[in-house]
């Protein structure tokens, strides 16, 4: 696909050949996240960072990648402070903000809204996550790890054997990763989830006809066995109509190092998109395990840089220019990646 000028809403726009390219620039961009170099190749440039639903990491990281590449980043973070708590529609707020910025982020609650706020944008606009619907960045990210992973031990995405675990019904980083998956070949899918929060049958349907083999189960122990990935999620509970109805999820299943080491193989990779619920009653990931060597989640969050570095440079048509401005970097940087 051509990347430049181009909205980036589902990971469904994607050939095998694009993802390829977006991480070959991913790989390019590590001199830059990681405090070696700093290039202004983006100098002047306004991202408008639009988060009209709780972020952390998405909402940063978006936010440092832009920097890293010498923007400026606008937030707009709550939507009480912002003019659609007014009745202002997304197509007004995509025409205005679209003419103040030269690239949009956009989180919202609503599935299928970045795609109608892209429709007005003047400028490209990435989706940082559409309710329940998609995460594309997260999913390249998440994929660009498994494959630095597996990698790292001689192994591929082709081939792989993956558990996701949790809330698979609302669980929008899910849908996309699976989407993202499509893409590879003779893939083993673990799908653990209670019955009421599967997988949405046509993702399933559509990931068996790609050839993968998929098996469904709401037992965790069962699941765990013979994957080289879990991939854990936290029960969505902003998706419930109340917390009564997510809390009878809450807290079902919950990996630490005692069920690791008796139902896992060795050197499983744990993933979770994060946040992970670290309260008691859910607990999803426990703390125990944040030593293990195979824990790649703060490996996800550093890597998301990269990737959205790499969809800024692409989506902006600057992704060959980046070295002419390149410089070292004059600042203590402590080796922290
Ligand atoms: C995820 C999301 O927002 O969908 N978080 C993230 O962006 N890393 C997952 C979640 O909130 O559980």
């Not at 299928?112 to 995460?135: I, K, M, T, Y």
């Not at 809330?167 to 009421?196: C, F, W, Y």
């Not at 125990?288 to 790649?296: G, K």
Request: glycine share 6%; hydrophobic share 35%.
């Amino acid at each position: 696909m051509d990347f430049p000028g181009t909205h980036i809403l589902s990971v469904k726009q994607f050939e095998l050949e694009d993802v390829e390219k977006i991480f070959k620039v991913a790989d390019s961009m590590e001199p830059y996240a990681h405090r070696r170099l700093i290039t202004k190749v983006l100098e002047g440039a306004i991202l408008g960072n639009m988060f009209f639903e709780p972020s952390t990491r998405t909402r940063v990281s978006f936010g440092c990648a832009f920097n890293l590449l010498g923007g400026h980043v606008r937030e707009t973070t709550d939507v009480k402070t912002s003019a659609i708590s007014k009745g202002e529609s997304l197509y007004d707020t995509a025409r205005v903000i679209s003419g103040y910025s030269d690239v949009i982020v956009m989180r919202h609650p609503k599935p299928g809204s970045v795609e109608e706020f892209a429709r007005a944008s003047r400028v490209p606009v990435l989706n940082g996550g559409d309710g329940a619907n998609e995460h594309p960045s997260q999913a390249l990210l998440d994929l660009y790890t498994l494959k630095k992973e597996l990698g790292s031990r001689g192994q591929d995405i082709d081939g792989m054997k993956i558990a996701m675990v949790g809330d698979l019904k609302h669980g929008r980083t899910v849908h996309s990763l699976s989407q993202l998956l499509m893409l590879h070949k003779n893939i083993k899918i673990t799908l653990i989830a209670p019955t009421e929060l599967r997988m949405p049958e046509d993702i399933v349907n559509d990931l068996r006809k790609s050839g993968h083999d998929v098996t469904e189960t709401d037992d965790m122990e069962a699941g765990l066995v013979d994957n080289d990935t879990l991939y854990l999620t936290r029960i969505q509970e902003e998706r419930f109509t109340t917390k009564i109805e997510a809390d009878i999820y809450r807290g079902r299943y919950r990996l630490n190092q005692a069920i690791y080491t008796r139902y896992c193989q060795p050197n499983t990779v744990i993933m979770h998109p994060l946040p992970r619920d670290s309260r008691a009653e859910a607990n999803e990931l426990d703390n125990d395990l944040n030593l293990h060597p195979s824990l790649a989640i703060f490996r996800q969050t550093d890597n998301g840089v990269l990737i959205r570095m790499a969809l800024f440079a692409l989506t902006l048509g600057v992704y060959e220019n980046i070295e002419e401005t390149a410089t070292e970097v004059p600042w203590y940087t402590e080796r922290r990646f």
